[in-house]
């Protein structure tokens, strides 16, 4: 007999294949073997004290601070360690309790029917203004599209393109202008059909613009502002098109003015919750959410929201992270943009652990290497 202790990030389904597991055994064993960490803000003292005690009955457990079980104080945060299978016997215990256990039990529920993240796409970026933070992806004209081809052949699924600087403290462009910066890449990759080759994505929120690339083959719209105008929601809706729907806080020109959140993972959630009742009224069916690193938030924002992106796949809906070579790196190890590629891949590697499932990256091939080593690692 031998022993061998193994990840927990271990592809479970695979171990269970492996094992030669029946259907239904595969499905039970994989819902205990998905651990949920559950921090839950403001509850109730009398609902913490009876979803302990219901925690404990089903084999989980909720740690709380010291005193609530006498009533200490009205209301406190608890954390709550439970599986897939442990979660959904919660929440159907919790629809009979008082003290806002109901509404908990939903939100319960919703986690732990969360599906397994799809396969990782990159998406290639292209910038064709001149004040993009990484001169790397900077390219006019013909350049441009001889550089998304290369991006297609290093296994870019998707390719951004954008035609005004959205960094800290970058300046406005006029409609007009953002539209004769990208028109002639658009054309000569509508041109050549290469968005039968890749998915093309138009990163900017300018309705003219958007409506000149949705006309040309491009079917994904990347807004930075999540749908903030109305006839850009309603361009996605008629086009068909994909919307990104992304979390700023401010405007690129002040975001990083010292940006504060009482309740990040809140605010967000409010947000998402928002803009994505916004998209469905205006018929979009294909929403991508991104939490926008850098966009309003400081370094420990970015990387708690890295850390602990699972959350917002509550959704539903594909998540997509793009931290880049951004200044944030920067922050922890000091570096130019042109040094920050093994930064970029350790922090896009760790989103794609927490759910991520597209990756806005500069560096094509170098993402394309890293995920296939990853997926090697943990899926094969």
Same mark, same amino acid.
């Given at each position: 007999?031998?022993?061998?202790?193994?990840?927990?990030?271990? $592809?479970?389904?695979?171990?269970?294949?492996?094992?030669?597991? $029946?259907?239904?055994?595969?499905?039970?064993?994989?819902?205990?073997?998905?651990?949920?960490?559950?921090?839950?803000?403001?509850?109730?003292?009398?609902?913490?004290?009876?979803?302990?005690?219901?925690?404990?009955?089903?084999?989980?457990?909720?740690?709380?601070?010291?005193?609530?079980?006498?009533?200490?104080?009205?209301?406190?945060?608890?954390?709550?360690?439970?599986?897939?299978?442990?979660?959904?016997?919660?929440?159907?215990?919790?629809?009979?309790?008082?003290?806002?256990?109901?509404?908990?039990?939903?939100?319960?529920?919703?986690?732990?029917?969360?599906?397994?993240?799809?396969?990782?796409?990159?998406?290639?970026?292209?910038?064709?203004? &001149?004040?993009?933070?990484?001169?790397?992806?900077?390219?006019?004209?013909?350049?441009? +599209?001889?550089?998304?081809?290369?991006?297609?052949?290093?296994?870019?699924?998707?390719?951004?393109?954008?035609?005004?600087?959205?960094?800290?403290?970058?300046?406005?462009?006029?409609?007009?202008?953002?539209?004769?910066?990208?028109?002639?890449?658009?054309?000569?990759?509508?041109?050549?059909?290469?968005? &039968?080759?890749?998915?093309?994505?138009?990163?900017?929120?300018?309705?003219? +613009?958007?409506?000149?690339?949705?006309?040309?083959?491009?079917?994904?719209?990347? $807004?930075?502002?999540?749908?903030?105008?109305?006839? +850009?929601?309603?361009?996605?809706?008629?086009?068909?098109?994909?919307?990104?729907?992304?979390?700023?806080?401010?405007?690129?020109?002040?975001?990083?003015?010292?940006?504060?959140?009482?309740?990040?993972?809140?605010?967000?959630?409010?947000?998402?919750?928002?803009?994505?009742?916004?998209?469905?009224?205006?018929?979009?069916?294909?929403?991508?959410?991104?939490?926008?690193?850098?966009?309003?938030?400081?370094?420990?924002?970015?990387?708690?929201?890295?850390?602990?992106?699972?959350?917002?796949?509550?959704?539903?809906?594909?998540?997509?992270?793009?931290?880049?070579?951004?200044?944030?790196?920067?922050?922890?190890?000091?570096?130019?943009?042109?040094?920050?590629?093994?930064?970029?891949?350790?922090?896009?590697?760790?989103?794609?652990?927490?759910?991520?499932?597209?990756?806005?990256?500069?560096? +094509?091939?170098?993402?394309?290497?890293?995920?296939?080593?990853?997926?090697?690692?943990?899926?094969?």
């Amino acid at each position: 007999m031998r022993v061998e202790q193994l990840s927990t990030r271990s $592809d479970i389904a695979a171990l269970l294949e492996r094992l030669d597991v $029946d259907a239904g055994g595969r499905k039970i064993l994989a819902a205990k073997a998905a651990l949920h960490f559950l921090y839950i803000r403001d509850l109730h003292v009398g609902a913490a004290n009876i979803l302990k005690q219901d925690a404990l009955s089903v084999g989980a457990d909720l740690a709380v601070p010291k005193g609530t079980i006498v009533a200490k104080t009205p209301r406190v945060d608890a954390l709550l360690l439970a599986t897939s299978r442990q979660l959904q016997e919660l929440s159907r215990k919790e629809l009979a309790q008082p003290f806002g256990l109901k509404e908990l039990a939903a939100e319960l529920k919703r986690f732990a029917g969360m599906q397994k993240p799809g396969p990782v796409k990159v998406m290639g970026v292209v910038n064709t203004n &001149e004040d993009s933070f990484f001169a790397g992806s900077r390219f006019k004209d013909s350049a441009a +599209v001889a550089h998304i081809e290369t991006m297609i052949e290093e296994g870019a699924l998707i390719i951004d393109l954008g035609g005004v600087s959205s960094r800290p403290g970058s300046a406005a462009v006029p409609e007009h202008e953002e539209l004769e910066r990208v028109k002639p890449v658009i054309d000569a990759a509508y041109a050549h059909r290469l968005y &039968e080759r890749a998915a093309f994505s138009l990163d900017s929120y300018a309705p003219r +613009v958007i409506s000149y690339a949705l006309e040309r083959g491009f079917s994904i719209v990347n $807004d930075i502002t999540g749908l903030a105008d109305d006839a +850009v929601a309603k361009l996605c809706g008629e086009y068909g098109a994909t919307a990104v729907i992304m979390h700023m806080q401010g405007t690129p020109q002040t975001m990083q003015a010292q940006p504060e959140y009482n309740d990040l993972f809140g605010e967000l959630t409010d947000f998402f919750e928002s803009r994505i009742a916004k998209a469905k009224a205006f018929g979009v069916e294909q929403i991508v959410l991104d939490v926008g690193i850098g966009f309003g938030k400081t370094l420990e924002h970015n990387l708690k929201l890295i850390r602990d992106l699972e959350h917002f796949r509550r959704f539903g809906y594909p998540l997509l992270v793009g931290a880049s070579r951004k200044s944030m790196i920067a922050k922890i190890v000091p570096s130019e943009p042109s040094e920050r590629l093994p930064g970029t891949l350790a922090l896009h590697l760790e989103a794609v652990r927490n759910g991520a499932e597209i990756i806005r990256a500069h560096d +094509v091939k170098a993402h394309t290497q890293a995920l296939k080593i990853y997926e090697a690692l943990y899926h094969a």
